[in-house]
Every structure is written in C-alpha cells, then in structure tokens.
C-alpha cells in the first residue's frame, strides 16, 4: 500500500493503529463482530453471531461514523506533517454460514462462509477512496435511512451477472420501521378502535389538568406505533406534540430520543450554525418563562452547545444528571400551562439509560398538569409506574382473523409496486403471460397463507405482500393474480430478520451484513 512505502515501520504503525482502533470502536458500538483485522483493515459482521433485526442499517451507520472520525483523525495528523489517511469501505448483505471455532473453555470466535462475504470484500476494492460502496441488497433494505448514488453495475470476479454498485452519500430522512412504511403508503387501520377511544378519554383529563401515561405494549409488528400515528391525526390542533424516537442501538448515546425531542421543539434545523442554535433555544426559553433561564446550560450541554469550556464539565455526574432531567421537566411542564402537551415516547425497549431516568421523573410529575405522556414498547421491557391511577395500558393482540381479513383486502386493491433504484420512480407491477394462478380460488388461498404465517401480525402481513410483489409473484393485468405455486413462496428478509433477532443462540444459516474496511494514504489508488 502506497501508505506504507517510504516510512519506517515503527512510524507506519504509530499512523495506522490509531485509524484501526477507531474502526474497531465503532463496529463494537453498534454490536458488530471482528471477524478479522489485517494490518491496514478489518472485517466485521453486523447480524451474526448476535442478530439483529436491523443489521444492515447497523452496518451503514458504523460505516458513516468511521469516515467521521478518520476525517478528524486525518486533519489532526496533517496538522502534525504526517501523511494523512483515508479509508474505502465495501458493504454486502445475504444469508452466511457461521461457523463457530472454540479457542478457549470460556471462549468463542465465528467464521463466516458464504458468498455474500466474498462480495463485500469486492465491494470494498471497488469503493473510490474515502467512500462507502453497497450492493442492491443493502440499497433495498436501507433505502430512505440513508442516502445512495448510483454507480453502475459492475462486473465482479466470481459473479456471472454484472452487479449494481451504490455509494452511500449521507443519512436519509427515516429513522424506524414506521416511517418507512408512511413512505410507501400505510393500508387501512382495523381492529384498534377500543384502544383508540381509551386514548381520547386520556387527552380529554389532560386538557383538564389531570395529566397521565398511556403505553401501547405489544410484539413487534402489532401495530404500537401506527396506534400512535392514528391519534395524532384526531387529537385536536389545541395540542401540542412532540416525539422522541429510539432506535436499536441507541442504548450506547445518552438522551438520543430527548436530544432529538429538544431539537423539534427549539425548531433547530439541521443547516443552523451553532450561533443560531443558541439563538433559537435563549428565545425560546426566555419568551416560554425568565424563571427557566437556569435551564440553559444544561440544555446547552444537552445539545452539544457550551464551549470547550463547559461550566457542567466539573459538576458532579450524578448531580449534572439530575440537574439536567429536571430542567427538561421544567421547561416540558411550563409548557404544558400555554396548551395541553403530547410527548410521545417510541420503542422504550431501546432507551438509554438516562432517557429512563427523564422519563421515569416525567411519570411521577404528569398527573397534575395538562400534558399526555404516549408510549410504546415490546412486552420484554419493565418499568415501575403500574400502581399510578392515571398510568393505562394497552396490550395489543395479532389482528382477528376478520380483521387480518379487511386488512389484506385493502392491501392487495391498491396499486402493485416494485421497490426502484435511488432517484427513480417506483415501477408498476403488471402480470405476463398465461401461468397466473386462477384469481378468486389462488388469492383466497394466498390471504389464508399469509394470514397462517404472520398468526395477524400486521407489519409481516404487509412485508409478506411486498415480497410477493418484489419476487414477481404477485402481479396486476386488469385483475391480481398470483403467478407462482404458494410452495415457492419465501419469507421477506425484513421478517427474517425481525424474527431473528427474537430468537436465542446463533441458527447455522442467518441473514447478516457484512462490511469491510481498508486503509489507504491520500494519494493511493487502492488499498
């Protein structure tokens, strides 16, 4: 490597070593494997030997943070005179065969064996330097959470047909499962109408001064969020909303749901500077109440705002954390006093620890003013708000057979899509040729079937309806047909993926993500 040639070994490794620990430390934070480290890369493993149901969006983040913190790397050593270092980074998904290798009584290490492996390392030659190169499969599965551009296909050794190759540019404008199905189009709301009225009895005491919490708990895929979604949109334009998302590996950033809340309610937007940050929430807090003015420093902190200088810096950790959870429930509770508050909590099963710690203050102050506490989470995660007269819980069941039935009706009428490349239109699904099965007895057989598999379970009915449009075996010609046997019917990689991740020890064939990594001085043409 061109890196390596004209330095001494010992300073070849004083500039690498620190670029692979910094490659090592963002695989290990969003729970990846280091299958292998050479001497200027690694290679790594999102999904197995742990699974994970959004593993390769885990991948594509690991891999933006990387070129983050070897670009400040970067500019530090040349700042110093030394060379400066990029990285080239190859990414592929697909089913691997973990082998697990015992090297010790308490020990274990895994060794992928698949194509899929092979091609990412393909990948990773392929990728101008300092960017990040994907195949189709991880396009589809990360289209919308972050952004691509097009690269051509591309003929790869050990590859018959040439492969469409994508350069991921940036963070896209989805964050959760939920809002990547409001992008595509939600089907119709069935079976939740009980719970939707518990929900507007709850708002009608907030907007009497008797706050309280609702939690919608339930599987993944039961329909927590879309229960959430649908009372917004009948809420009432009296209220005031303001969310907090969480995601699967937000457990390792302190506050990311709160930081994320704060943002949308100073209406800080992602091209302000930090001037105008600070400008926004000083205005802010001081048009809401002067007396909340004491807040600023700890929201500041919050959002990445003090100086390098930080006045909290030397505060007592335990005493900063609480000092902080208090002024966000201030300014939260002042604000309820101009007009009833919604905060919504999402997937609390994957909340930081300190985001509980706000929550849990936020519970024991709600029940005297006018804000609504809405969250959601899956039946694993526990809390100790049960004995709160104004605490309700939901508990959301897999759809009736009726209603799973009403529910794919509306789906399968409307309008047949296929996923398209970035920057193209969706493509129209029509059916070809005369092997369709028969329409009413093959569709009524194919409802059953997808009714059986998902046991109602709304999210893998409708994925299980996109794969069959993805496959080709669900088509559109004036009438649906099915055109394919129900046998050769495959489970979506989404649900594969979802079910995985439910499931305990390491299955000897599993979908994972596969990502790999090298060097490369500034000058070099590969690495």
């Known amino acids: 490597m061109e890196l390596m040639e004209g330095l ?25 494997y280091i299958v292998q480290s050479t001497g200027d890369g690694i290679f790594a493993l999102f999904g197995a030997h742990i699974a994970h149901e959004d593993h390769a969006q885990r991948t594509l983040y690991t891999a933006l943070r990387m070129q983050e913190d070897l670009k400040r790397y970067s500019d530090r050593i040349r700042a110093e005179g030394r060379l400066p270092i990029q990285i080239r980074v190859g990414v592929n998904t697909g089913e691997v065969v973990v082998r697990t290798l015992r090297t010790g009584a308490t020990h274990a290490e895994y060794a992928p064996i698949g194509h899929a492996t092979s091609l990412a390392a393909r990948m990773q030659v392929l990728a101008p330097i300092g960017s990040i190169a994907t195949t189709e499969q991880v396009r589809k599965l990360c289209e919308g959470y972050f952004n691509f551009k097009t690269l051509g296909p591309t003929k790869v050794k050990g590859v018959t047909e040439p492969v469409n190759v994508y350069e991921v540019t940036g963070l896209g404008a989805l964050r959760t499962h939920f809002q990547a199905s ?37 599987d993944p895929g039961v329909g927590k969020s879309r229960l959430l979604y649908e009372f917004k949109a009948v809420a009432g334009f009296d209220c005031k909303v303001l969310e907090a998302f969480s995601v699967s590996h937000g457990k390792a950033s302190s506050y990311l749901p709160v930081i994320e809340l704060l943002r949308d309610y100073f209406e800080i937007g992602p091209n302000d500077d930090e001037r105008k940050r600070r400008e926004k929430v000083n205005g802010k807090i001081v048009t809401l109440d002067r007396s909340l003015e004491d807040t600023l420093p700890y929201l500041f902190t919050l959002l990445s705002l003090n100086p390098s200088d930080d006045p909290l810096a030397q505060m007592d950790p335990q005493m900063r954390r609480q000092r902080t959870q208090e002024a966000v429930k201030r300014v939260l509770l002042r604000e309820s006093l101009n007009q009833p508050l919604i905060v919504i909590f999402e997937d609390l099963h ?45 508990s959301l069941d897999p759809l009736t057979p009726k209603n799973a039935e009403e529910m794919l009706d509306t789906l399968l009428s409307m309008p047949l899509t296929r996923s398209a490349p970035t920057g193209q239109a969706l493509q129209p699904v029509a059916a ?20 059986e598999r998902t046991e109602g379970n709304p999210f893998f009915m409708e994925e299980m309806v996109q794969a069959l449009i993805e496959q080709g075996a669900l088509q559109r010609n004036g009438v649906l047909k099915l055109t394919r046997p129900l046998t050769q019917i495959k489970v979506p990689a989404t649900v594969q993926a979802v079910l995985a991740s439910r499931s305990t020890g390491c299955p000897r064939g599993k979908r994972s993500c596969c990502i790999r990594w090298r060097c490369s001085g500034a000058s070099s043409r590969s690495g």
């Open 182 to 218: 409001i992008r595509r189009g939600l089907t119709k709301f069935v079976g939740r109408q009980h719970e939707l009225e518990q929900m507007k009895r709850a708002l009608a005491l907030a907007r009497a001064g008797h706050g309280g919490v609702v939690a919608a708990a339930g």
């Open 350 to 394: 994957w909340i930081d620890s300190e985001t509980r710690g706000l929550l849990n203050l936020l519970v024991d102050s709600v029940g005297s003013a006018r804000m609504l506490l809405l969250m959601n989470y899956r039946l694993e995660y526990r809390h100790e708000w049960g004995n709160r007269t104004y605490y309700t819980q939901l």
């Open 432 to 451: 070809k040729g005369e092997s369709a099965v028969n329409a009413p007895a093959g569709l009524a057989a194919l409802k059953r079937l997808i009714i």
């Open 8 to 32: 001494d070994p010992e300073e070849a490794r004083a500039i690498v070593d620190p670029a692979l620990k910094l490659m090592i430390d963002a695989v290990h934070r969003y729970d990846g």
